[in-house]
């Protein structure tokens, strides 16, 4: 079985910062692109940065400039840096991975993890 687990979400100020992790594990051949996405409360999920296997990254207009996403494929981990948090970033953060299987778990996977909560507010 191959999950991703999210992690770092917290209560921070306007104007902090986060810095969210996304660890990959179980039986794991490679892993492909890996994406951050969040939910706010009435609103529907969006893209909120993306990064290929190759280190390619693209990120929402809304968050240029603020988020850095990066990985380390040595740890099947993805992060996302948040700086300069605006209330508006409030929301639930989610990683997706796209996850080829090892031996014990062959086929490629759209993988979520379970979201990890963010809230920016004074």
């Known amino acids: 079985q191959v999950q991703l687990v999210e992690s770092g979400g917290d209560l921070v100020q306007p104007g902090g910062s986060l810095r969210l992790s996304c660890a990959a594990s179980?039986?794991?051949?490679?892993?492909?692109?890996m994406g951050w996405y969040r939910q706010a409360p009435g609103k529907q999920r969006e893209l909120v940065a993306h990064?290929?296997?190759?280190?390619?990254?693209n990120y929402a207009d809304s968050v240029k400039g603020r988020f850095t996403i990066s990985r380390d494929n040595a740890k099947n981990t993805a992060y996302l840096q948040m700086n300069s948090l605006k209330p508006e970033d409030t929301a639930v953060y989610y990683c997706?991975?796209?996850?080829?299987?090892?031996?014990?778990?062959?086929?490629?996977?759209?993988?979520w993890g379970q979201g990890t909560q963010v809230t920016v507010s004074s």
């Open positions: 997706s991975a796209l996850i080829v299987g090892g031996s014990s778990s062959p086929g490629a996977y759209d993988v």
């Open positions: 179980g039986s794991i051949f490679s892993i492909y692109a």
């Open positions: 990064i290929t296997s190759g280190g390619v990254t």
